[in-house]
């Protein structure tokens, strides 16, 4: 477990190598980013979609992304996501030889998520009636056939979005993106506290600026003689 007194020193002393109006932009950023919404990705295989979702996500505030990894890997595609990736916390689960779907599942239970499973069934929610008054995570599963049966089984809604038109689906990442900014629209006009406390802002900011600054290792390795 990372020392928070450490962390806190080392995110004042990595702040002074980056320009005052850049440190107010990531300041501003980051306080309004969200854990409140999560999104879950099974077994993504388009690179155009993956990065479409990591891009809405970052635009939308919605800090986490994760990853799960059975039969295909995940890959980017640059041109799409925008180094949008580098802003987000990316939780990625590909244990080789293990079904990576229930680990997933077992550890956003275990951090106190309500599990929402997307699906086009009329005995869905819909975006307005799904419940928001504890941190929800949204299952989006792969292009052709959705969530697996067992996963979508250990949700705890199912969500959709209407439709008025022939095409019985939306594109992946447009889906994605139509629920992050519903949801979040939901949030804005709440009262609910839904953005990250202070002690997860600072860590956030520190993980932008190690990413941001390219001799960071360096000067981190710099710090620590110096802090120890």
């Not at 929402?116 to 307005?128: C, N, Y």
Request: glycine share 4%; charged share 30%.
């Amino acid at each position: 477990m990372t020392n928070p007194t450490y962390s806190a020193s080392l995110l004042e002393y990595l702040k002074e190598f980056i320009l005052p109006e850049r440190w107010e932009l990531l300041q501003s950023r980051v306080s309004e980013r969200t854990r409140h919404i999560t999104v879950a990705l099974e077994d993504i295989y388009q690179p155009q979609n993956a990065s479409a979702i990591l891009r809405s996500a970052d635009c939308f505030g919605i800090q986490d992304v994760h990853i799960i990894e059975n039969r295909n890997k995940y890959e980017i595609n640059p041109k799409v996501e925008k180094g949008s990736h580098k802003w987000l916390t990316l939780h990625r689960y590909r244990e080789k030889e293990q079904d990576n779907s229930p680990l997933c599942v077992d550890s956003l239970l275990k951090s106190g998520y309500s599990l929402i499973a997307t699906s086009p069934h009329i005995e869905s929610m819909d975006l307005d009636s799904l419940p928001l008054d504890k941190p929800i995570v949204i299952f989006l599963g792969t292009e052709m056939k959705g969530l697996r049966e067992d996963t979508m089984s250990r949700c705890h809604h199912t969500l959709r979005i209407p439709m008025y038109g022939f095409t019985e689906s939306l594109n992946l990442s447009v889906s994605a993106g139509i629920i992050m900014n519903r949801l979040r629209s939901r949030l804005e006009a709440s009262d609910m506290k839904f953005k990250l406390p202070m002690d997860q802002q600072e860590e956030v900011l520190l993980d932008w600026l190690r990413k941001s600054l390219k001799k960071a290792p360096l000067l981190e390795a710099r710090f620590k003689e110096m802090y120890c």
